[in-house]
């Protein structure tokens, strides 16, 4: 018999509560045929475990392992395409969403046939935050307001994490998601443009009882860059935009070391120059190594041998930039033109040749 819908719940460090879910869904979803699929990214708390040893006991949790990876979207989507319900759902492995509305969205979905995705909503009627403080509330809200500069619908939850979605539908906007970050329905919504037909139902977020919250620092750097990719990444990969961002930075670091040194009279200018260029280098590659690359961050011995090849790549940047700049500048006489096309093909050449080699996993 076909499994009539496929609850994704995407987990890192949630031991405790997969069999707490797994017996709330066995009681909200009672009289229909239902699997859940948990997708964990190699959770150093004995989760994968917990989830085998539930599945041998009940054929209707699957697990899938994912080594070496890290992003609640890209977990979420290789749930998705492991599946072959008519529905998917996602909702957060720490008991947070409520699962009682699942049989709600699956009957909004039989009354009308032409309903792409259903929506918890915590924003409209009978929905709420729970015990979220006035900090967390506004910080929200001021994503939410970022959203609706790329957000097709009329959606009140744009950054809900709690949905269920046509598997069909969904298959149609896979090819171009952008798959990074933590907002996977804001992803699909501006993914499939404004047919996409959109339904709310109300849910109450609930206090997280076991295991803590993986929500830090790079969250929102993660959003910003997700709304940037949807804006305009079809234009420029937004890796690239944010390889140039880290770049400048790096270059202002470079002129403020100069500034010191040989501003201050304390070293003479090339030397001052070399130090200041080192240590944008470095600045620049943790920079990148964070943000740029938060998927594919290198660790341990990785990050020794990562930095040294990256000091090699970008000095051979900088040979073909000075290159390009001197042939330029001999033949149209524009230093202007000169410098900028040095320094798009050196940016151009260490993107292209970190991304192949240094960050590659
Ligand atoms: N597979 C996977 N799951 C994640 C990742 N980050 C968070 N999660 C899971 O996604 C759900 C929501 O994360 P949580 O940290 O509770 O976010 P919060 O509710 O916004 O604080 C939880 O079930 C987490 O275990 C990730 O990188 N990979
Ligand atoms: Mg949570």
Known sequence: MTVEISVIAPTLNERENVPRLIELLDAALAGRRWEVIFVDDNSTDGTQDQVM???????????????????????????????????????DADLQHDERVLPQMLDAFAKDPSLDIVVGSRFVEGGGLGDWGKLRIAASNFAKSLSYLVVPQKVTDPMSGFFMVRRTSFRNVVPNLSGRGFKILLDILCTAG?????????????????????????????YVALLADKSFGKILPLRFIMFIMMGLVGAGVNVAILA??????????????????????????????????????????????????????CSFGLFFNVLVAERVVDAAGSWVLAGFLGAVVGAVWNYATNTTLNWRA
Not at 63 to 88: K, N, P, W
Not at 195 to 221: A, I
Request: aromatic share 10%.
């Open 194 to 222: 404004k047919d996409f037909k959109m339904k709310e139902l109300p849910y109450e977020f609930k206090t997280r009882q076991w295991g803590e919250s993986k929500l830090n620092s790079t969250v929102m750097v993660e």
């Open 53 to 91: 040893a539930c599945a041998a006991d009940d054929p209707r949790v699957r697990l899938i392992e994912r080594v070496g990876r890290r992003g609640l979207s890209s977990a979420c989507i290789e749930g998705f395409l492991s599946s072959s319900a008519e529905h998917v759902a996602v909702i």
């Open 260 to 313: 010191v040194l040989y501003g201050g009279g304390m070293l003479g200018f090339m030397t001052s120059h070399i130090i200041g260029a080192l240590a944008a280098m470095a600045v620049n590659f943790f920079l990148n190594n964070t943000f740029t690359y938060s998927d594919k961050k290198l660790t341990g011995l990785r990050l020794m041998s990562g930095m040294m090849l990256f000091y090699v790549l």
